[in-house]
């Protein structure tokens, strides 16, 4: 999920004259998807959390997992809106991908885990994973108990980790509003 219709960078391995126009956040997934890109510089995602009857799961603690971390990728960065205005507060958690033993930490002063859930009481996480030094395939789990039973759900992008690589010192394109085309960013 975009932060704001401007927070969404992606890395692509192409010059601009080869990459469409930006993508709105529903069109994110096939437009990452057709440019082989991967989130710049950060990548947040949102998690629904629901039960699937009337007992109560205790959302024990979300944990995130290193797959591969390597230099940072060596290619063009390109934002997905100029000119856009703030975004809207919610419930938000960080994952520096950076430290060596990366954590879950809570944002802006909200409560840490466990939180509670049930089928009529559902909660959505924001999840901003950053990295300035790094290309990192990562994935979370969260830990949950209901009663006598407890377990830990494998969430990451269907079946693939998610990727967030440093953008740092890489040329960035903007597509101005009404635009038609890239436009290399000044300080890029």
């Not at 790094?134 to 079946?159: F, K, M, P």
Request: with cysteine.
């Amino acid at each position: 999920v975009y932060d704001d219709p401007c927070s969404q960078h992606f890395l692509v391995d192409s010059g601009p004259e080869q990459v469409g126009p930006p993508a709105t956040e529903q069109d994110a997934r096939r437009w990452a998807g057709a440019y082989g890109a991967v989130s710049s510089g950060e990548q947040r995602i949102a998690l629904t959390v629901q039960g699937t009857g009337e007992e109560t799961v205790v959302l024990n603690a979300l944990h995130v997992r290193f797959l591969s971390k390597g230099a940072p990728l060596a290619w063009n960065d390109y934002s997905m809106g100029v000119g856009c205005g703030g975004g809207v507060g919610t419930k938000s958690f960080d994952i520096d991908l950076d430290n060596g033993s990366p954590t879950v930490t809570v944002k802006n002063g909200q409560r840490d885990f466990p939180y509670k859930v049930s089928e009529s009481d559902p909660e959505v996480f924001y999840v901003t994973a950053r990295t300035k030094a790094h290309d990192v395939r990562w994935d979370l789990s969260l830990d949950w108990s209901s009663g006598s039973r407890s377990g830990t759900v494998h969430i990451d992008d269907e079946g693939r980790p998610f990727r967030t690589s440093a953008d740092v010192g890489r040329p960035g394109y903007d597509y101005p509003l009404g635009g038609s085309e890239w436009i290399e960013r000044v300080g890029g």
